[in-house]
């Protein structure tokens, strides 16, 4: 489902625990420059891949194709047995994904 960025629900309104632990994991890497974006970060779209270890989701409209220049990837410690990967262009979280964690809360 897509929904547009400005309807979108908030992270930290829909999940807080997770939003929580996201801020925990940027402070803990060191990245404070995206921990005041958590705050703000909203859930454009979910993953939909199927996986019943995925809860990715975008917090801004796909491109077609890949990100582009000024695309990064940041792996995390998540405070569970998994991953937490972002995608950020130009310092701009644009994709979260969580993989085998228990359901977002």
Same mark, same amino acid.
Not at 21 to 35: M, Q
């Given at each position: 489902m897509v $929904? +547009?960025?400005a309807e979108a629900p908030l992270?930290?309104?829909?999940?807080? $625990?997770?939003a929580t632990e996201l801020a925990a994991a940027l402070r803990a890497h060191g990245d404070d420059s995206l921990i005041d974006q958590v705050k703000n970060l909203r859930v454009v779209q979910t993953?939909?891949?199927g996986d019943d270890f995925c809860q !990715?989701? !975008?917090t801004a409209p796909r491109p077609?194709? +890949?990100y582009g220049k000024g695309h990064r990837t940041i792996c995390l410690d998540p405070p569970w047995p998994g991953y937490l990967n972002l995608d950020v262009v130009d @310092? @701009? $979280?644009v994709n979260v994904e969580v993989l085998y964690r228990s359901p977002l809360c």
């Amino acid at each position: 489902m897509v $929904i +547009g960025p400005a309807e979108a629900p908030l992270v930290h309104t829909r999940w807080p $625990i997770f939003a929580t632990e996201l801020a925990a994991a940027l402070r803990a890497h060191g990245d404070d420059s995206l921990i005041d974006q958590v705050k703000n970060l909203r859930v454009v779209q979910t993953c939909g891949c199927g996986d019943d270890f995925c809860q !990715s989701f !975008s917090t801004a409209p796909r491109p077609v194709g +890949g990100y582009g220049k000024g695309h990064r990837t940041i792996c995390l410690d998540p405070p569970w047995p998994g991953y937490l990967n972002l995608d950020v262009v130009d @310092d @701009d $979280i644009v994709n979260v994904e969580v993989l085998y964690r228990s359901p977002l809360c």
